[in-house]
Antibody, heavy 120, light 107 residues
Framework: EVQLVESGGGLVQPGRSLKLSCAAS????????MAWVRQAPKKGLEWVAT????????YYPDSVKGRFTISRDNAKSSLYLQMNSLKSEDTATYYC?????????????WGQGVMVTVSS | DIQMTQSPASLSASLEEIVTITCQAS??????LAWYQQKPGKSPQLLIY???SLADGVPSRFSGSRSGTQYSLKISRLQVEDPGIYYC?????????FGGGTKLELK
């Protein structure tokens, strides 16, 4: 059974940093692209970052480019999101997701999510 | 960026009714579209990928179709467990973008 378990969320002041983690199990982690998707309170879904199988390629939307860094440790089956210079608009539930990129890209498995609140 | 315009924003339907939700892409995205269902307090669940392919374990009353740049999710006979928020996702190019969501309620 595929499992994705996020951790590391919490309350952080604007301008500070936070690092999220995602522990994966139930599949060969190193064979899949992985991603982070967020959802602001009562809002829709927003893709935040994707990383290739080896970690050599990363992708971000303009809203987080230069502030967020996605990384992975295939030996530990773990995914990370380093978030710097946090803003109030980064307040959201952050989901770790497996990103299927061949043929028709989509996110097929999602974690339960972790809440990040950016506030003074 | 590719915009996905989803409609309606909300709808109310009765048990056993046919429900259709649509997503309009701002440009050609081929069949690179997925549909998700999200229930309150839960993470999104994949329903459809490749515009028409049913994800594993998803009931056959869910189906997807495409007409040009308009995509539809159909629930053939609404069941009590189907209310939630439905989202489309375009997988054609980054930034991968979601529709605004459709909130489905039982009448």
């Amino acid at each position: 059974e595929v499992q994705l378990v996020e951790s590391g969320g919490g309350l952080v002041q604007p301008g500070r940093s936070l690092k999220l983690s995602c522990a994966a199990s139930g599949f060969t982690f190193s064979n899949y692209y992985m991603a982070w998707v967020r959802q602001a309170p009562k809002k829709g879904l927003e893709w935040v970052a994707t990383i290739s199988t080896s970690g050599s390629r990363t992708y971000y939307p303009d809203s987080v480019k230069g502030r967020f860094t996605i990384s992975r440790d295939n030996a530990k089956s773990s995914l990370y999101l380093q978030m710097n210079s946090l803003k109030s608009e980064d307040t959201a539930t952050y989901y770790c997701a497996r990103h299927r990129v061949l043929q028709s890209p989509y996110f097929d498995y999602w974690g339960q999510g972790v809440m990040v609140t950016v506030s003074s | 960026d590719i915009q996905m315009t989803q409609s309606p924003a909300s709808l109310s339907a009765s048990l056993e009714e046919i429900v259709t939700i649509t997503c309009q892409a701002s440009q050609d995205i081929g069949n690179w579209l997925a549909w998700y269902q999200q229930k309150p307090g839960k993470s999104p669940q994949l329903l459809i990928y490749g515009a028409t392919s049913l994800a594993d374990g998803v009931p056959s009353r869910f189906s997807g179709s495409r007409s040009g740049t308009q995509y539809s999710l159909k629930i053939s006979r609404l069941q009590v467990e189907d209310p939630g928020i439905y989202y489309c996702l375009q997988g054609y190019s980054a930034p991968w973008t979601f529709g605004g969501g459709t909130k489905l309620e039982l009448k």
